[in-house]
């Protein structure tokens, strides 16, 4: 079992920042597919950013791509998404995630084997 706990939601105005954090916990592997999801109300949960286990390959959906940047520090069993330029339309659960499986896209919901507790993002206009 693996165990994903986020940190580092808020409320923040409109153009501001935020970094959310995740830390893996148990029966880690630095193999795993990382990534962040997240779920506004009436939505269905998507994938925001994905990166692969060294790092050295990241996705990012087209509505973040830009000012979100999302990195790991398999060291320390660690993955980040720094958030910048954030919009209203950015507010939502913001979920981390882990896959056994290599893929470094828009991860669907269903390859995802371990989903962190979820941390609020709300950006106010």
């Known amino acids: 079992q693996v165990q994903l706990v986020e940190s580092g939601g808020g409320l923040v105005q409109a153009g501001g920042s935020l970094r959310l954090s995740c830390a893996a916990s148990?029966?880690?592997?630095?193999?795993?597919?990382m990534g962040w999801f997240r779920q506004a109300p009436g939505t269905e949960r998507q994938s925001v950013a994905t990166?692969?286990?060294?790092?050295?390959?990241?996705y990012y959906a087209d509505s973040v791509k830009g000012r979100f940047t999302i990195s790991r520090d398999s060291a320390r069993n660690t993955v980040s998404l720094q958030m910048n330029s954030l919009k209203p339309e950015d507010t939502a659960v913001y979920y981390c995630?882990?896959?056994?499986?290599?893929?470094?896209?828009?991860?669907?919901?269903?390859?995802?084997?371990?989903w962190g507790q979820g941390t609020q993002v709300t950006v106010s206009s």
């Open positions: 995630a882990a896959s056994a499986r290599y893929y470094i896209g828009n991860l669907p919901n269903s390859w995802v084997d371990y």
């Open positions: 148990g029966r880690t592997s630095s193999s795993y597919t």
């Open positions: 990166i692969s286990w060294s790092g050295g390959s990241t």
